[in-house]
């Protein structure tokens, strides 16, 4: 994985994933939230609860949920990009 350099601090980012579905726009607005922080190495992993009947009843009515993958940690729509932040620390 990427070391990468936010807010100040060298750090090594948790890989995460992104529980959405195509043509969500909800979703759409957290991939532009997170875009600045994969271009500084973070690995998000898309997830589309659609193909999936387990991710669909976990996820369905609260996508998009950003999950670290490291603690199972999950970040509940909505968020900006400091509150990514924060929370991979």
Do not use: K
């Not at 070391?3 to 957290?30: D, K, R, V, Y």
């Not at 949920?65 to 990514?84: H, I, M, N, S, Y």
């Amino acid at each position: 994985m990427n070391a990468c350099f936010l807010s100040g601090l060298f750090i090594m980012p948790p890989e995460c994933q992104l529980f959405g579905t195509l043509a969500c726009h909800l979703c759409e607005l957290a991939e532009e939230e997170i875009m600045p922080l994969v271009e500084h190495g973070l690995l998000v992993e898309l997830m589309d609860i659609s193909e999936s009947e387990t991710l669909f009843e976990a996820y369905g009515l609260r996508i998009p949920v950003l999950r670290r993958v490291d603690t199972g940690a999950e970040l509940d729509w909505p968020f900006d990009t400091e509150q990514v932040v924060a929370f991979l620390r």
